[in-house]
């Protein structure tokens, strides 16, 4: 097979698989944009976090004993502070909580873009990883765009990662370290993830782990 096949066949294949990949994140979009709107639950939980919103918003506590109007989760608060912030310009509903989590998930499409591409020195690749991900939205749950915690959380510790993979100066760690117990004040489980990168900075970075670990104190 000649040479300037070759090429022609490689370049196709190329462009039908970023054409392929990045149709994942603009079915992922419209299904979003469509999805954030509608006035009902989409998930069991969703109902519970407007709950916390409107306990924010009449000025009540959050984490209180359990009882029969209203039993706390589980969750630390930044989300549903963020989330009320938004209701007092959009009004109170689910779509405020929606489009938190929505534009957090487009966050973590960049964040993982920026990452591939800094790596692999290509944006070629940036794109399919982000696409990647997109593609799972369906097979782990539909979790991105509803009114639950998890997006945010990723998204402060995707940034986090970034930050530690890339950077170097004592005021990208203290960043890191900040973004980590962003994450961890609006998900737990980012501490599962916060240790290792201690250990990171600890074993290879030990000039800087002061920083990131005064920065990742809630």
């Known amino acids: 097979m000649k040479p300037g096949t070759l090429n022609w066949i490689s370049t196709s294949f190329r462009y039908a698989l970023l054409a392929g990949a990045t149709l994942y994140i603009v079915v992922y979009s419209i299904l979003a944009l ?12 969703e109902g519970g976090s407007l709950d916390h ?27 549903f502070y963020l989330s009320a912030r938004v209701s007092n310009i959009l009004g109170v509903g689910f779509i405020p909580l929606r ?7 487009l ?13 692999t020195r290509t944006n070629f690749w940036g794109v399919v990883a982000s696409s990647l991900f997109a593609a799972t939205f369906h097979i782990s749950g539909a979790w991105f765009d509803i009114a639950r915690v998890d997006s945010l959380s990723l998204l402060f510790l995707l940034a986090a990662i ?39 900075y600890l074993l290879g970075e030990r000039r800087c782990s002061i920083f990131f670990i005064g920065g990742d104190v809630p």
């Open 53 to 79: 919103v409107r306990r924010i918003l009449s000025g009540q506590k959050l984490y209180v004993a359990p009882s029969l109007e209203f039993v706390p989760f589980i969750y630390p608060p930044l989300y």
């Open 99 to 105: 489009l938190v989590s929505f534009i957090a998930s």
């Open 162 to 200: 970034c930050l530690t993979r890339f950077h170097t100066s004592w005021r990208s760690t203290v960043f890191a370290g900040l973004l980590v117990s962003l994450s961890f004040l609006t998900k737990q489980t980012a501490l599962l993830i916060a240790i290792p990168m201690m250990l990171y």
């Open 107 to 119: 966050g973590c499409f960049f964040i993982i873009f920026l990452v591939v591409r800094r790596e």
């Open 34 to 45: 469509y999805r954030i709107p509608y006035p009902f639950e989409l998930e069991w939980m």
